[in-house]
C-alpha cells in the first residue's frame, strides 16, 4: 500500500517564539494535517491561524466550545485570521493540543478546515470544535501560526500531507 | 518516502470482556491513536468506559467535555483529579441490534515526559432515543512514556465484535 500520511515538516521551538511559519508546502497531497502540542509563556496565549501570508479580512469561524463548565457558540464573519482557539491555555505548564485538518488545500475553490483544540486543565480547561473558512482560491503554500504572546520552548508543529491514492 | 501511520495492534473481541488491554506500546513514535467500534452489553441504551494508562489508578486523570444526547442542549462538564478517563456514548444491550459506537483518541507525545493532553471523540446512533455525540479534552498528567491502555466497563462487557485499533504516527 502507498505512503498516504507523510511528515512534510516539523517544527520544535529551541526558544520561546510568537510565531511559526510552515512555508514552501507542495501541492501534491490531498489534505493537510497540522498537529500543533504548545504552550504559552504566559497565560493564554491566544494562538491564530493564516495562510499564505494573507492578513486581510478574508477568514471566517463557526464554532462549539466548553471554557470551563459553560457550553456555548461563536460565529465570526470578516476575520484577519482563524483563532485556532479563544484562550489557549491558561497553563504555563500543561500542553495544549490543537489538531487543524486542511481539506482540498491545492485546489481552486475557498478553503475549509476543521480545528479541534483540547486543553484541560485538571479542574478547569477548555474544548472547541471549530470550523474555519479561508475565501480564497489559490492553493495553499504557507501556513503561519502566531500569538500576540510567545510560544514556549518545546512547542512543536507537524504538517502532515494525506494522499487520497 | 515511509508510511508513517502505522498499524501497532489491534483486538476484534471473539467473545465479551469486560476490559482490552493494549501493552507493550513501543516508544518509537511521535502520536499513538486509538480506534474504536464497540458495544456494552449493559442494559441501558448507552454506557460508559474507562481508561486508563500505565495501569496508573491514582487520581492523575482529568477532562472537560462537551456532550448532546438525543436532541437535548449541550451539556459541560469539567472533572479534575480523577483515577482515570471516560469515553461516552458506548451503545449499550437496549440500543439497535447490531450497532455499535465509534471512539477516536489522539495522544500526542506519548513517549515523552511531560503531562499528556488527549483529545477524544465518540459517537453512538440508534435511529430512534438516546443518540449522543461527546467530545472531550483530557490530560493524563503521567511523567513515564505511555506503554499500555486499558479500556474497562463501569458496567458490564465490550460485545463480541467489538474491535480495537491502535496506530503510530512518526513525524520524521
Given at each position: 500500500m502507498p505512503a498516504t500520511y507523510e511528515p512534510i515538516a516539523t517544527t520544535t521551538l529551541g526558544s520561546a517564539a510568537s510565531t511559526i511559519t510552515l512555508s514552501?508546502?507542495?501541492?501534491?497531497?490531498t489534505d493537510l494535517r497540522l498537529v500543533f502540542v504548545h504552550q504559552g509563556n504566559?497565560?493564554?496565549?491566544?494562538p491564530i491561524l493564516r495562510f499564505n501570508s494573507d492578513s486581510g479580512t478574508n477568514y471566517s469561524y463557526t464554532d462549539l466550545y466548553n471554557s470551563g463548565s459553560t457550553a456555548g457558540t461563536q460565529r465570526v464573519t470578516n476575520s484577519t485570521r482563524i483563532a485556532?482557539?479563544?484562550?489557549?491555555?491558561?497553563?504555563?505548564?500543561i500542553p495544549a493540543l490543537s489538531i487543524i485538518d486542511i481539506f482540498?488545500?491545492?485546489?481552486s475553490t475557498n478553503k475549509t478546515c476543521l480545528i479541534n483544540h483540547n486543553a484541560d486543565l485538571n479542574g478547569s480547561g477548555y474544548v472547541e470544535r471549530r470550523v474555519g473558512l479561508w475565501r480564497n482560491t489559490s492553493a495553499i503554500n504557507a501556513l503561519e501560526i502566531s500569538s500576540t504572546q510567545n510560544f514556549k520552548a518545546g512547542t512543536t508543529a507537524t504538517l502532515y500531507g494525506i494522499l487520497k491514492a | 518516502m515511509a508510511n508513517t501511520y502505522t498499524l501497532i495492534a489491534s483486538n476484534t473481541l471473539g467473545a465479551s470482556a469486560a476490559s482490552v488491554t493494549f501493552s507493550a506500546?513501543?516508544?518509537?513514535?511521535?502520536d499513538l491513536v486509538l480506534r474504536i467500534s464497540a458495544r456494552s452489553?449493559?442494559?441501558?441504551?448507552y454506557s460508559t468506559f474507562k481508561i486508563t494508562y500505565n495501569a496508573d489508578t491514582g487520581t492523575n486523570y482529568s477532562e472537560t467535555r462537551l456532550y448532546v444526547q438525543d436532541t437535548g442542549t449541550i451539556s459541560s462538564a469539567t472533572q479534575g483529579s480523577r483515577s482515570n478517563n471516560t469515553a461516552r456514548y458506548e451503545t449499550g444491550a437496549?440500543?439497535?441490534?447490531?450497532t455499535f459506537s465509534s471512539f477516536e483518541l489522539f495522544l500526542p507525545n506519548?513517549?515523552?515526559?511531560a503531562n499528556k493532553p488527549i483529545s477524544h471523540f465518540g459517537v453512538s446512533e440508534n435511529n430512534s432515543t438516546d443518540a449522543g455525540i461527546s467530545t472531550y479534552a483530557t490530560l493524563y498528567r503521567g511523567?513515564?512514556?505511555?506503554?499500555s491502555i486499558e479500556l474497562g466497563n463501569f458496567l458490564g462487557n465490550f460485545v463480541s465484535g467489538s474491535s480495537f485499533f491502535l496506530y503510530g504516527i512518526k513525524n520524521s
Open positions: 514552501s508546502i507542495p501541492a501534491t497531497y504566559t497565560a493564554n496565549p491566544f485556532i482557539s479563544d484562550w489557549g491555555t491558561s497553563s504555563t505548564t482540498s488545500y491545492a485546489g | 506500546i513501543p516508544a518509537t513514535y511521535t452489553d449493559n442494559a441501558n441504551l437496549s440500543a439497535t441490534s447490531n506519548y513517549a515523552g515526559t511523567s513515564s512514556a505511555i506503554s
